[in-house]
């Protein structure tokens, strides 16, 4: 869970002590992300003792009384502005005043609670601030990487996601038109398509997801000894329908209680990516050879197919984000240019490596290396 900083200024005990309790087990999510906010709750009795914790602690939330003993809470408002802290500020305070409310949010207050307050009126105030300052520094992050990375992000972003999305909107419309016929069958077809232009889209979404929490250092990470034979087992499963429908063989060597200590989950999305590029750009009737083996410390996987195979040239551009080789044989071939990018990443989290050795027309080897 992602811990927030939350700090209750004010001179009343028993609003101190009330706020600690309704926030004690009180958590807010988020679309998108695993983790919930949760709150670590510190408290000031006045607006000095709040100005020492300010400075030498990092404060996330501020819920700060106005009439306060020595300096007031409009005061400690302009403090933090003149500091520039990353805090979001929301004034309580029972002497309620227009007058005081703009004066606030004009400072830069987040928002202006009347006391008394219930529990739930509490509750729904911070997780409104917690999720207003969550987006205003994700939009500062994206502001200090760039607009041009912004720009180059959306863009492939919006031609990925709006050919898919063109091509169901017509179907649909065929549909609603009934310009194929009255029966059901007569759209299965195009049904089918549309299946797996959504199925194309949620990869994407998921890929991007990945990736950003890779990116982030905000991604959860369960790491013990796993086996891979398991771990392939289950992505071979998954794969299966895929290869059934180009008639790709699968040929799996990998011996039974092969441990390595790392997260589950990684190995899966890495071996996946692999497996499942291994399969989408082999021939018809080609094959896959899937092997594991650890000499000494390391760790060997080895996806090879009988594929297109790439172009040497084309070898070094294959781990970055967003690239897809472009060919005559890859054009009608669906996916985000995300898979080895987000394998690579995963791989260097171990000090691993990935090379690929692959002749157009022939197939491709990829060789993965972890320290085990």
Do not use: W
């Amino acid at each position: 869970m992602s811990v927030l900083n939350l700090l209750v200024v004010d001179d009343e005990p028993g609003i101190r002590s009330g706020t600690e309790r309704v926030m004690r087990n009180f958590s807010v999510s988020y679309p998108f992300l695993d983790d919930d906010f949760t709150y670590e709750i510190l408290t000031a009795e006045s607006g000095e003792q709040a100005l020492e914790i300010i400075d030498g602690t990092p404060v996330d939330i501020i819920l700060l009384d106005n009439k306060l003993p020595g300096i007031d809470g409009i005061e400690v408002l302009e403090y933090i502005r003149e500091k520039k802290y990353d805090a979001a500020v929301m004034m309580i305070t029972s002497y309620a005043s227009l007058d005081l409310a703009v004066k606030a949010t004009t400072m830069g207050a987040h928002s202006f609670m009347p006391k008394p307050f219930t529990p739930q009126e509490l509750r729904t105030a911070v997780e409104g601030i917690t999720k207003n300052l969550f987006l205003k520094r994700m939009t500062s992050q994206m502001s200090r990487e760039g607009r041009e990375s912004q720009f180059q992000f959306l863009s492939v972003l919006s031609h990925e996601l709006k050919s898919p999305i063109n091509a169901v909107e017509g179907y649909v419309r065929i549909i609603l038109d009934k310009q194929a016929g009255d029966s059901v069958e007569d759209y299965r077809g195009m049904l089918e398509r549309c299946m797996e232009r959504l199925k194309g889209m949620r990869a994407l979404i998921t890929d991007l997801i990945d990736l950003t929490k890779i990116e982030a250092g905000q991604k959860n990470r369960h790491v013990t000894n796993i086996d891979l034979h398991e771990v392939a087992k289950s992505v071979i499963d998954t794969v299966e329908p895929m290869a059934r429908q180009k008639s790709v063989k699968i040929h799996a060597d990998i011996p039974e209680n092969c441990f390595i200590r790392a997260d589950r989950s990684e190995m899966e999305i890495i071996l996946s990516n692999l497996v499942s590029n291994a399969i989408k750009y082999n021939h018809d009737r080609g094959e896959v050879f899937i092997s594991v083996s650890k000499p000494d410390s390391i760790c060997r996987i080895i996806v090879e197919d009988t594929g297109i195979g790439i172009s040497r040239e084309d070898h070094a551009r294959l781990f970055q984000d967003f690239v897809r080789i472009r060919t005559s044989e890859t054009k009608n071939i669906s996916g985000s240019g995300l898979g080895l990018s987000i394998a690579k990443k995963m791989i260097d989290l171990y000090g691993g490596n990935i090379i690929v050795d692959s002749t157009p027309g022939k197939g491709s080897k990829f060789t993965v290396t972890i320290p085990s």
